[in-house]
């Protein structure tokens, strides 16, 4: 199985970064052929606390069925996975915990290959790992950005937002330069667009035209995904949009990109382009 892993990063949060973690992880595994685990490597746990109840949260975590276990204590990965059995969790998943910021505090040499080591054991498993880093640049988002082949960069179309974006790209230049060289960026996504909005239109032309290092040339055009409420009634009933409200327009960008993920990791992936371009 020719399994890739993807990780959505950005330092700031409320940029959409979880929501589009969980909605790809469920927009892939709603192909039969797709197998998916995502990782929860956030200690705020907002994917774990959205799709696993109260009642599972306290069990796994009991068992010690959660990441900190396996970075920390250095058990099986395979071991620490809740296994996806329903429309409510159609994909495999490693739960975060407020323990996890263990993590950040534990140094030792080598600490950033960690998570990418431990995952080696389950890639022949799954086409698509993603992961969930939390919203700052430490510790566990090095980790992820090192485990990863691709990263995507959830923004806002709101101008601190787009200024801040050179930061991360910094922290993915280091990454690829010193740990990662098979890193590559996929491109910036823009999220809870308005585009009735000037002011969104305005700043998302302008993240439409970003470069990387002064080219496009890695980077997949993405769909922007539109600011809708459909997003809050989800979570607020404890569910992914992209299983909630599968016909909704406002999730199709989400299965685009599903749909170029996929076209990208077919055997034939070195010769398609999609229509996703470069300019």
């Known amino acids: 199985m020719n399994c890739q892993r993807l990780v959505f990063a950005n330092q700031k949060g409320g940029v959409g970064k979880t929501t589009s973690a969980l909605n790809i992880a469920c927009a892939l595994a709603s192909h039969a052929s797709q ?118 960069v959830p923004v806002r179309t709101e101008a601190a937002d787009i200024q801040s974006l050179d930061l991360i790209d910094d922290t993915i230049r280091a990454v690829r330069k010193r740990i990662n060289q098979d890193l590559r ?20 032309s302008a993240i439409e035209e970003r470069r990387f290092d002064g080219q496009r040339h890695d980077l997949l055009r993405l769909t922007p995904i539109p600011s809708s409420a459909i997003y809050g009634r989800a979570s607020a009933g404890r569910a992914i949009a992209s299983a909630a409200y599968p016909t909704a327009a ?12 996929i076209a990208l990791n077919a055997p034939s992936a070195d010769a398609w382009t999609g229509d996703a371009n470069n300019d």
């Open 35 to 152: 197998r998916v685990l995502l990782i929860d490597a956030d200690p705020q746990a907002s994917a774990t606390m959205l799709v696993l109840d109260a009642a599972v949260r306290d069990k796994i975590t009991d068992e010690a069925r959660v990441l900190r276990s396996a970075l920390l204590d250095r058990r099986p990965i395979a071991d620490v996975v809740t296994r996806g059995a329903d429309a409510s969790l159609p994909f495999d998943m490693v739960a975060s915990s407020l323990r996890l910021t263990d993590v950040e505090r534990h140094r030792e040499v080598g600490m950033e290959y960690l998570l990418a080591e431990m995952l080696e054991s389950v890639d022949d498993s799954y086409h698509w790992i993603i992961i969930d880093p939390p919203p700052n640049i430490g510790v566990l988002t090095s980790m992820a950005l090192t485990a990863a082949n691709y990263v995507v």
């Open 185 to 204: 960026l996929l491109g910036y996504l823009p999220t809870q667009v308005d585009r009735r909005k000037t002011v969104d239109r305005v700043m998302l």
């Open 250 to 261: 406002t999730v199709q960008p989400y299965r685009d990109l599903a749909n170029k993920l």
